[in-house]
């Protein structure tokens, strides 16, 4: 079983910084890509960020310059480092990962619950 537990959103103001984490844990062989997605109210989920098992990353356009995704292969723990926020950036953020289980050769999508970022003044 495996679990993607994100964490670190909340109420910011316009110009403010969150970083969100999100924690991989239970029989985890291999990670492969790993990636933050949003969804904003009446709205599709959106690719914001992903990052390959290289650390080689992409980012969608609105968040070149003002956000970095990074991760600690150690910890098994992908982060977002989200600068110069604006009302538009509000939705819920997910995290995402394609992961081979212990024993078993299939890899697998797995989705965080996701963590809510607000950013109004």
Known sequence: QVQLVESGGGLVQPGGSLRLSCAASGSIHSINVMGWYRQAPGKQRELVAVIYSDSSTN??????????????????TMYLQMNALKTDDTAVYYCN?????????????????????????
């Not at 980012?59 to 150690?74: E, H, L, M, P, Q």
């Not at 289980?101 to 996701?114: A, F, H, L, R």
């Open 97 to 121: 990962a394609y992961i081979r289980v212990i024993d078993n050769s299939e890899w697998k999508t797995y989705w965080g619950q996701g963590t809510q970022v607000t950013v109004s003044s």
């Open 59 to 76: 980012y969608v356009d609105s968040a070149k310059g003002r956000f970095t995704i990074s991760k600690d292969n150690a910890k098994n």
